[in-house]
């Protein structure tokens, strides 16, 4: 039997699969360490370490070797410049048979004995890039194939966005043709954790995010309402407001600040450059968590979008890897 390895690395994060040729799951890791520490550093020795390390790891714990693996494959900011290898940005509309062509296959051998194939990212446009359009520019490294990933499981020859809700939450228009035609990024997920922890609305929320089982949608409706009316920072300390007076619950609270944060997202969707939706265009919010699920009531309570849906990946398999091993069956490596 044949394995193949998938590998996606993030900001802070990297995570390494590996599967049977039949796609399943044999085993997984993942580590602290992204582009991030190559930032910080000044070299991108950690990030070499820790896949190294991965791979490696993976193969004794299931007695195998390099001579099993079938194929490598990478995609996220592993092909920054802060990462492994850079590799280009392609330029929407991208589909997946654009990723599967300008995939490379490049050997690391202080990494990996085998050569790793890499799936480039996406950006918005060629540029050139001025004070006119930057706010229609935008990139993604990773979310391209985590939105092969949830595509495949949607009828094809519809408009759609998709919502990838983390600390810099991703949407990404896909037109009827299956092509990525255009991303939106924003850091409110950053911005959350500011707040909950760094501001004086820390008190209130008891300087926790909203815990899994505590989620109340009224009241992230209600934060997300305030935030329309009265704007992020008014809407915020009313927060602190809801605790003194009216609320000793610190995390409905923290639900209430959840729902205000998110606020402007929705805002941005709808007036960004960045994208190509309309009312017509399907919602799809992927994850399982309180984000994903916060993001899909409010897109529902703004109506702007005739529909809007939840996907939750089976398992624990992350989309990056089913991403990955889409677009390397497009390319006949697996």
Same mark, same amino acid.
């Given at each position: 039997?044949?394995?193949?390895?998938?590998?996606?690395?993030?900001?802070?994060?990297?995570?390494?699969?590996?599967?049977?040729?039949?796609?399943?799951?044999?085993?997984?890791?993942?580590?602290?360490?992204? $582009?991030?520490?190559?930032?910080?550093?000044?070299?991108?020795?950690?990030?070499?370490?820790?896949?190294?390390?991965?791979?490696?790891?993976?193969?004794?714990?299931?007695?195998?070797?390099?001579?099993?693996?079938?194929?490598?494959?990478?995609?996220?900011?592993?092909?920054?410049?802060?990462?492994?290898?850079?590799?280009?940005?392609?330029?929407?509309?991208?589909?997946?048979?654009?990723?599967?062509?300008?995939?490379?296959?490049?050997?690391?051998?202080?990494?990996?004995?085998?050569?790793?194939?890499?799936?480039?990212?996406?950006?918005?446009?060629?540029?050139?890039?001025?004070?006119?359009?930057?706010?229609?520019?935008?990139?993604?490294?990773?979310?391209?194939?985590?939105?092969?990933? $949830?595509?495949?499981?949607?009828?094809?020859?519809?408009?759609?966005?998709?919502?990838?809700?983390?600390?810099?939450?991703?949407?990404?228009?896909?037109?009827?043709?299956?092509?990525?035609?255009?991303?939106?990024?924003?850091?409110?997920?950053?911005?959350?954790?500011?707040?909950?922890?760094?501001?004086?609305?820390?008190?209130?929320?008891?300087?926790?995010?909203?815990?899994?089982?505590?989620?109340?949608?009224?009241?992230?409706?209600?934060?997300?309402?305030?935030?329309?009316?009265?704007?992020?920072?008014?809407?915020?300390?009313?927060?602190?407001?809801?605790?003194?007076?009216?609320?000793?619950?610190?995390?409905?609270?923290?639900?209430?600040?959840?729902?205000?944060?998110?606020?402007?997202?929705?805002?941005?969707?709808?007036?960004?450059?960045?994208?190509?939706?309309?009312?017509?265009?399907?919602?799809?919010?992927?994850?399982?968590?309180?984000?994903?699920?916060?993001?899909?009531?409010?897109?529902?309570?703004?109506?702007?979008?005739?529909?809007?849906?939840?996907?939750?990946?089976?398992?624990?398999?992350?989309?990056?890897?089913?991403?990955?091993?889409?677009?390397?069956?497009?390319?006949?490596?697996?």
């Amino acid at each position: 039997m044949k394995y193949f390895f998938t590998i996606d690395t993030g900001t802070t994060n990297t995570r390494v699969v590996l599967f049977t040729s039949e796609y399943q799951t044999v085993g997984s890791k993942k580590v602290e360490a992204g $582009v991030r520490d190559t930032a910080i550093d000044g070299n991108n020795l950690k990030i070499k370490a820790a896949v190294k390390d991965c791979l490696e790891n993976l193969l004794r714990e299931n007695g195998l070797t390099y001579d099993d693996i079938e194929r490598v494959i990478a995609s996220g900011m592993i092909t920054s410049n802060v990462g492994l290898l850079e590799i280009p940005h392609l330029v929407v509309p991208v589909g997946l048979q654009d990723l599967a062509e300008k995939t490379k296959a490049v050997l690391l051998d202080d990494v990996c004995p085998l050569p790793i194939y890499f799936i480039p990212g996406v950006k918005n446009s060629a540029g050139p890039i001025d004070l006119r359009n930057f706010e229609a520019m935008d990139i993604m490294r990773g979310e391209e194939v985590e939105s092969i990933a $949830v595509l495949s499981r949607f009828p094809a020859q519809k408009d759609y966005l998709l919502v990838l809700p983390g600390s810099h939450t991703k949407f990404v228009s896909i037109n009827s043709d299956g092509k990525i035609t255009g991303c939106l990024t924003s850091i409110n997920g950053e911005i959350l954790d500011a707040i909950t922890r760094h501001t004086i609305i820390a008190d209130a929320v008891g300087r926790e995010f909203v815990r899994p089982g505590q989620y109340d949608r009224g009241m992230v409706l209600l934060g997300f309402a305030t935030a329309q009316k009265s704007g992020i920072g008014r809407a915020c300390f009313s927060g602190r407001i809801l605790n003194q007076f009216v609320l000793s619950d610190k995390q409905k609270v923290a639900n209430y600040i959840l729902g205000v944060a998110l606020q402007s997202d929705i805002t941005a969707v709808k007036n960004s450059d960045a994208l190509k939706v309309s009312h017509e265009t399907d919602v799809i919010v992927a994850g399982s968590g309180v984000l994903e699920t916060a993001m899909a009531d409010i897109l529902n309570k703004d109506g702007y979008f005739a529909q809007v849906q939840s996907f939750r990946p089976e398992g624990d398999l992350p989309l990056s890897a089913m991403g990955c091993h889409i677009v390397a069956q497009k390319c006949n490596l697996l």
